[in-house]
């Protein structure tokens, strides 16, 4: 035996997301997301607690392994949980940059050759 769990309320991770183990949108835990505005009338106490950290004065982002270090959470569900608050519309991620063309990258990799 190891000691005393710390999680004082005992709720394993499969409760907290429903028996889920997976997003249903692409949140990586360094996913940069940030609160949107909109009711929290009817969500659950895990959810409540991800949008107590954005306060109002902040106004910036947070990533998701921060938040699951603030909560003391398991990254895969605070994975979940910040993509359920996603798809109700109360956290929000800025669209990812496109990625460069491959000539380009084709190109500075040559580049990079010829430096060495």
């Known amino acids: 035996m190891t000691g005393p769990r ?7 991770p499969y409760v907290r997301t429903g ?4 997003p249903s949108q692409d949140v990586r ?13 009817g969500l659950g106490p895990d959810a409540r607690r991800v949008l107590a ?3 109002p004065a902040q106004g910036g982002g947070l990533a998701v392994a921060d938040i699951a270090a603030a909560l003391a959470l398991p990254p895969s569900a605070t994975r ?4 359920d608050l996603m ?3 109360l956290l929000t991620a800025p669209a990812a940059p496109e990625q460069p063309a ?5 190109r500075v990799l ?6 060495a």
Do not use: Y
């Open 87 to 89: 798809d109700q519309g």
């Open 29 to 41: 835990l360094e996913s940069l997301v940030f609160a949107a505005t909109g009711t929290i009338q």
């Open 110 to 115: 040559h580049g990079l050759r010829a430096l």
């Open 6 to 12: 710390q999680d004082p309320d005992l709720v394993r």
């Open 80 to 83: 979940i949980l910040v993509a």
């Open 53 to 55: 950290l954005f306060a």
């Open 102 to 106: 491959a000539s380009l990258m084709e």
């Open 19 to 22: 028996g889920r183990t997976r």
